[in-house]
C-alpha cells in the first residue's frame, strides 16, 4: 500500500498515520534523550535555583553575624574607655585646697631671692579657689548637775571655720566691726590695731623667724588705725619659713558668740590652721596647701568662749615643699 493509502485509511480510522514500530522507536529514543538531556545538566555543575536561594541566604546569615560580632567589639571598647576616663585621680585631702601659678621667689624685706627649678602651673584664678571643707564641730563636754538635782541638757560648744572669699580690697574698718590687727605694713615687726577697738586679738608669737613681704595678691585698707590712722591699699603681710613653723594668736571671749576672721596664706607649703576652745573639747582643723606658688584665703572662725577665756589659734606650715623657704603668711585678723 502506497503512503497515500495509508493516510487515507488512517484518517478514516482515527489512526496515526506513523508505524507503530517507529512510534514505539521513537519513543524511547526520546525518553533517552530527555534522560540524557537531565543527566547532561546535572553533570554539567550547574546549581539549581533553589541551591542558589540557599547559598544566598546563607552569605546573607554571614554577613549579620560579622556585623554583630564588629558593633559588639566596638560596644565594649567603649565602654572600657568610659570607664577609664571618668576613673577619679589620684586622692586628695577635701580639706586641702591646691593652687596654681609658677613658682617664684617671695620678693620679702631683706631676703634675697634663691634660684628655684621651674614647676608646672596648675592655672588656678586666685579669685576663684574651690571651698575648704570645714572640720567638724566638737562633741559636747558634760554638765553639771543643776542645784535642785536634775541634770540640765549639755550645752554644746559653738566652734565651726569656715572658708570665704577674700575680696581685691579687704576695708578692715568694715569688717572688724569689734577689733581688727594688721601685720607687716612696715617690716615684719609692725603691726597696726584698730584704735578704739575691744583689744580682744591678742599676737601670741609662735614658732620661727618672721619675716615681712608685700605679694599678696589682695590689699588691706583702713581709716581706722591706731598707729597709721589710714591705708589706702597695701600688700603687705608677715610669713614664717619652713615646716612647723608659723603663728599662734588668740582671740578674748565675752560670752557671746563670734566670728574672727583670718586671712592667711601659704607659698611652696601647706599649712593647718587650727581653733580651740578653753573647755578642753575637740579642735577644728583646716588646711590650705599650694605646692608650686603663693595662695591665699579667708577663714571664718565662729565660736563662744566664756569671759575670761580664749579661743586659741595656731597657724603652722605643716609641710614645706621648698626646702629654701616653704612658708605660711598672715596678713590680717578682723572680729564682729
Not at 542558589?52 to 554577613?63: D, E, G, N, Y
Not at 536634775?150 to 569689734?178: M, N
Not at 577665756?309 to 616653704?326: K, M, Q, V, Y
Request: charged share 20%; glycine share 14%; proline share 8%.
Amino acid at each position: 500500500m502506497g503512503k497515500t493509502d495509508r493516510e487515507r485509511t488512517c484518517r478514516r480510522s482515527g489512526v496515526p498515520a506513523t508505524a507503530p514500530t517507529a512510534a514505539g522507536a521513537g519513543t524511547p529514543s526520546g525518553g533517552s534523550g530527555a534522560a540524557d538531556g537531565g543527566t547532561g545538566a546535572a553533570g554539567s555543575g550547574q546549581p539549581t535555583r533553589s541551591a542558589q536561594r540557599r547559598m544566598a541566604r546563607t552569605r546573607q546569615r554571614r554577613l549579620w553575624a560579622v556585623e554583630g560580632l564588629t558593633v559588639v567589639v566596638c560596644l565594649v571598647g567603649l565602654v572600657a574607655y568610659l570607664g577609664r576616663e571618668s576613673a577619679p585621680g589620684p586622692g586628695t585631702d577635701p580639706a586641702i585646697v591646691p593652687g596654681g601659678q609658677a613658682g617664684v621667689e617671695r620678693p620679702s624685706f631683706g631676703r634675697t631671692a634663691s634660684a628655684l627649678p621651674a614647676v608646672v602651673s596648675p592655672g588656678l584664678n586666685p579669685r576663684a579657689r574651690p571651698a575648704l571643707t570645714p572640720t567638724a564641730t566638737p562633741e559636747a563636754g558634760s554638765a553639771a548637775p543643776a542645784p535642785d538635782g536634775t541634770l540640765p541638757v549639755p550645752a554644746r560648744p559653738v566652734l565651726s571655720i569656715t572658708r570665704v572669699e577674700v575680696p581685691a580690697t579687704v576695708d578692715l574698718t568694715r569688717v572688724g566691726t569689734r577689733d581688727w590687727l594688721h601685720w607687716g605694713s612696715r617690716g615684719a615687726d609692725s603691726t597696726v590695731r584698730k584704735r578704739d577697738g575691744s583689744g580682744a586679738i591678742v599676737d601670741a608669737g609662735g614658732p620661727g623667724v618672721r619675716a615681712g613681704h608685700d605679694t599678696n595678691p589682695e590689699v588691706f585698707a583702713w581709716r581706722d588705725g591706731a598707729e597709721a590712722h589710714q591705708e589706702t591699699g597695701t600688700s603687705t603681710g608677715v610669713h614664717t619659713c619652713g615646716t612647723d613653723s608659723g603663728f599662734a594668736l588668740a582671740v578674748a571671749g565675752d560670752g557671746e558668740v563670734r566670728t574672727a576672721r583670718l586671712y592667711v596664706g601659704v607659698w611652696m607649703a601647706r599649712g593647718r590652721l587650727e581653733a580651740r576652745l578653753p573647755d578642753g573639747s575637740p579642735a577644728a582643723t583646716v588646711r590650705l596647701e599650694d605646692p608650686h606658688t603663693e595662695h591665699t584665703a579667708g577663714f571664718d572662725v565662729r565660736f563662744q568662749a566664756p569671759r575670761g577665756t580664749r579661743l586659741s589659734l595656731s597657724w603652722i606650715t605643716e609641710h614645706a615643699f621648698n626646702p629654701d623657704c616653704g612658708s605660711v603668711s598672715l596678713q590680717a585678723v578682723a572680729l564682729r
